[in-house]
Nanobody, 124 residues
């Protein structure tokens, strides 16, 4: 599995940004996809995760109500829509994947596949 993240950049507080993660090969029926982030000097934390096959996504407490994960089956792309961005959202964002759901969905150790990071900076 290869993951290619894109869409990072500089945005003002209160603004929006959409990240994309192009995934291959095109067979993800039993996969879990998600995003983690790591801010400078801080530990990596979960942003969100969901089953590619369907179901309700899970979100980290710090992004609930502001971030939304979605997918495009035709292009095997996972999106992270980020609204009402705050300076504390500044981080490198990583697309992740694993085979099969886990109750430890918020643990970075559960994900075998990682994309390269895309940097998000929220600043005025």
């Amino acid at each position: 599995v290869q993951l290619q993240a894109s869409g990072g950049g500089l945005v003002q507080p209160g603004g929006s940004l959409r990240l994309a993660c192009a995934a291959s090969p095109p067979t993800f029926t039993n996969y879990v996809m998600g995003w983690f982030r790591q801010a400078p000097g801080k530990e990596r934390e979960v942003v969100t995760a969901f089953r590619w096959s369907g179901g309700y996504p899970k979100y980290g407490d710090s992004v609930k109500g502001r971030f939304t994960i979605s997918k495009d089956r035709t292009t095997n792309t996972v999106y992270l829509q980020m609204n009402n961005l705050k300076p504390e959202d500044t981080a490198d964002y990583y697309c992740v994947a694993r085979h099969g759901w886990t109750t430890a969905w918020d643990s970075e150790n559960m994900y075998r596949y990682w994309g390269q990071g895309t940097q998000v900076t929220v600043s005025s």
